[in-house]
Nanobody, 122 residues
Framework: QVQLVESGGGLVQAGGSLRLSCVASGRTFRNNGMGWFRQAPGTEREFVSAISWRDDRYYADSVQGRFTISRDNAKNMVYLQMNSLKPEDTAVYYC????????????????WGQGTQVTVSS
């Protein structure tokens, strides 16, 4: 059974930083895309970032320059370093995996984590 488990969420003040982690189990994703989505209350889930097997990176315009995605294939993990956080970044953040990073960018995901809450206070 494939599982994606996120960690690292929490409460932070505006301007602060958080690092999200996601560990996958049940299969390897070293040849696939992995990434992050988020969903704020009353909104649809939206793409945040994705990374390909060869480290091509994609970002939503709203997080470009503030967030950095990375992965460790040996550990089957993906990370999201979030800097200069804003109150509008408040959301549940979901780890995702799919065929390719480009597919993730188009919200074509095969696996989802359960989500981790990120709250940014003003």
């Amino acid at each position: 059974q494939v599982q994606l488990v996120e960690s690292g969420g929490g409460l932070v003040q505006a301007g602060g930083s958080l690092r999200l982690s996601c560990v996958a189990s049940g299969r390897t994703f070293r040849n696939n895309g992995m990434g992050w989505f988020r969903q704020a209350p009353g909104t649809e889930r939206e793409f945040v970032s994705a990374i390909s097997w060869r480290d091509d990176r994609y970002y939503a315009d709203s997080v470009q320059g503030r967030f950095t995605i990375s992965r460790d294939n040996a550990k089957n993990m993906v990370y999201l370093q979030m800097n200069s956080l804003k109150p509008e970044d408040t959301a549940v953040y979901y780890c995702a995996a799919g065929d390719t990073a480009w597919a993730l960018k188009r919200s074509k995901c095969d696996y989802w984590g359960q989500g981790t809450q990120v709250t940014v206070s003003s």
